[in-house]
């Protein structure tokens, strides 16, 4: 049997194809980058169990990948103060940005204010 090569029967192909292609992004989750506020230096690629898989922006072209735990990006931070020194500051006001958003413009403290006395996590 042989099919002739004709443009109705390629368009048909590159639609189907097209229709597949478009069907398995869809499938996939979508990978939310667990530090947002990293993004300029780190792009999230895979993440199985505990672990993310982070592609370093700053080695490029270089591919470079870390893990690191789903609870600290102290591994991403240790490879820019190590590999990218001149950034670290950078990387330092994007995390200290972050801990404002997420505990408030300022820190309680157990001591208080002008109270040499006081003993910290004791009452009166």
Request: glycine share 4%.
């Given at each position: 049997?042989?099919?002739?090569?004709t443009?109705?029967?390629?368009?048909?192909?590159?639609?189907?194809?097209?229709?597949?292609e478009?069907?398995?992004?869809?499938?996939?989750?979508?990978?939310?980058?667990?530090?947002?506020?990293?993004?300029e230096?780190f792009?999230?690629v895979?993440?199985?169990?505990?672990?993310?898989r982070?592609r370093?922006?700053?080695?490029?072209?270089?591919?470079?990948e870390?893990m690191?735990?789903?609870?600290?990006?102290?591994?991403?931070?240790?490879?820019?103060?190590?590999?990218?020194?001149?950034?670290l500051?950078r990387?330092?006001?994007?995390?200290?940005?972050?801990?404002?958003r997420f505990?408030?413009?300022?820190?309680?403290?157990?001591?208080a204010?002008?109270d040499?006395?006081?003993?910290?996590?004791k009452?009166?």
């Amino acid at each position: 049997m042989s099919v002739a090569v004709t443009q109705e029967n390629l368009s048909k192909v590159s639609q189907l194809s097209t229709s597949e292609e478009v069907g398995s992004q869809e499938d996939q989750p979508t990978l939310v980058h667990p530090w947002p506020y990293l993004e300029e230096f780190f792009e999230m690629v895979e993440r199985k169990n505990n672990f993310f898989r982070m592609r370093c922006k700053l080695c490029a072209p270089k591919y470079h990948e870390l893990m690191s735990f789903k609870n600290s990006p102290s591994n991403l931070k240790k490879h820019i103060e190590k590999k990218h020194p001149t950034r670290l500051e950078r990387y330092t006001q994007l995390t200290s940005a972050s801990l404002k958003r997420f505990f408030g413009p300022t820190l309680q403290t157990n001591q208080a204010v002008g109270d040499s006395k006081s003993v910290p996590g004791k009452c009166g």
